[in-house]
């Protein structure tokens, strides 16, 4: 599994050498086995330097990544829910994937500006030549 590309939406493919995974110790519960076993992977991916991306998928995934991403542009995710290397390998993997999806969404499209139609404009005129009606009553009555 760990040697194939990863394919995100949109066309991106990561290739496997662009990724770096490093297995270390989960922390929690977990008795023995967490600390004898390293289960949890840290999976590495330098997003600013990746030729698969483009600028804005980039530009999209840094700003996603928030804490993760280093100051170089390095991603870090780390997956430490499973009990075995492959499951967590696979759950780290899928993360970057959804990561991805999301920083490649197409932006959406610009809006467009519109007038009022007459109606709406007579009708607001309207309510406040009313409103005005209603506020001038309330108003002391002056003998003139």
């Not at 990724?19 to 999976?43: C, D, H, M, W, Y």
């Not at 999209?60 to 492959?86: C, D, Y």
């Not at 005005?132 to 009555?141: G, P, S, Y």
């Amino acid at each position: 599994m760990s040697t194939d590309a990863l394919y995100a939406a949109r066309g991106i493919v990561i290739a496997n050498w662009e990724l770096s995974e490093s297995f270390i110790r989960a922390s929690g519960p977990g008795g023995q086995n967490v600390n004898k076993v390293a289960t949890a992977v840290q999976l590495r991916f330098d997003i600013a330097n990746s030729p698969s991306l483009t600028d804005r998928v980039k530009a999209n995934a840094i700003r996603i990544g928030g804490s993760r991403v280093s100051k170089e542009g390095v991603l870090i995710l780390e997956a430490n829910r499973f009990r075995t290397q492959e499951r967590n390998r696979a759950d780290a993997r899928e993360r970057l994937v959804e990561l991805l999806d999301k920083a490649s969404t197409p932006q959406p499209p610009p809006r467009r500006k519109t007038k009022p139609t007459r109606g709406s404009v007579e009708r607001r005129l309207a309510a406040k030549s009313g409103r005005a009606v209603i506020k001038k009553a309330r108003q002391k009555v002056r003998d003139d």
